[in-house]
């Protein structure tokens, strides 16, 4: 065989054998938030159940918000009323929603705030 005449190197890839199906699984993370830093328990999450959350709810959580801040004057925007509602959605301590770092805050706040203006449900 001459030089030019050299045979071509096979593909390694097309050669692989595969017993997996590599499709990509599809999971809805909307109510998840991944936590830059774990809570206090150790949960590196976040879950919000928002289907839990009701009128009672809703409600009671106005109403410890504006014990906290009684300047607010549209519950969607106040963080202290998304904090309430995190907390209540997720079944963890309001304190817990508070003691999230900057960025973790603003990601839950949010999302709280997307469902409390019916935004992508």
Do not use: W
């Not at 993370?29 to 830093?37: Q, S």
């Not at 150790?42 to 879950?47: D, E, K, R, S």
């Amino acid at each position: 065989m001459m030089a030019a005449e050299k045979e071509p190197k096979a593909n390694p890839v097309a050669e692989m054998e595969t017993d997996v199906e590599l499709v990509p699984e599809v999971v809805d993370e909307k109510d998840v938030i991944h936590l830059k830093k774990p809570l206090p328990n150790g949960n590196t999450q976040l879950i919000f159940d928002f289907d839990r959350v009701n009128g009672y709810t809703l409600l009671k959580c106005e109403k410890q918000a504006k014990k906290e801040d009684s300047a607010i004057s549209y519950l969607p925007f106040s963080q202290v009323y998304q904090a309430f509602v995190a907390a209540a959605a997720a079944k963890v301590k309001y304190d817990d929603i508070l003691n999230l770092d900057g960025a973790d805050f603003i990601a839950v706040t949010t999302r709280v705030q997307g469902f409390l203006m019916n935004v992508g449900r």
